[in-house]
């Protein structure tokens, strides 16, 4: 059974900064990533990364943004500094199966909360 849990959600300030994480379970993984999802919003792509380590983020959030993993613990990261409340929103782990690339997992979501 494939889990992906993620935790380090939380309230900050604007300017301030946080890390999400993600443990995966139940497979291998090829491509890793984050995505968020604000009130009224449509669910947008925030970074991804592969298992070789290539990185693509969303422009909005370039240069604030950094996605990790480490492979031999299935885990992904996004080190998330200088925050803006635009930021807010519940961000989502996202996977798929490093062999079938169709089947594709969702974490829980961990709400992120920007605001002074």
């Known amino acids: 059974q494939v889990q992906l849990v993620e935790s380090g959600g939380g309230l900050v300030q604007p300017g301030g900064s946080l890390k999400l994480s993600c443990a995966a379970s139940?497979?291998?993984?090829?491509?890793m990533g984050w995505y968020r999802q604000a009130p009224g919003n449509q669910r947008e792509l925030v970074a991804i990364?592969?298992?070789?380590?290539?990185?693509n983020y969303a422009d909005s959030v370039k240069g604030r943004f950094t996605i990790t993993r480490d492979n031999a613990k299935n885990t992904v990261y996004l080190q998330m500094n200088s925050l803006k409340p635009e930021d807010t929103a519940v961000y989502y782990c996202?996977?798929?199966?490093?062999?079938?690339?169709?089947?594709?997992?969702w974490g829980q979501g961990t709400q992120v909360s920007v605001s002074s």
């Open positions: 996202n996977a798929d199966d490093d062999i079938d690339r169709s089947l594709n997992y």
């Open positions: 139940g497979s291998i993984f090829g491509f």
């Open positions: 990364i592969t298992s070789d380590g290539s990185t």
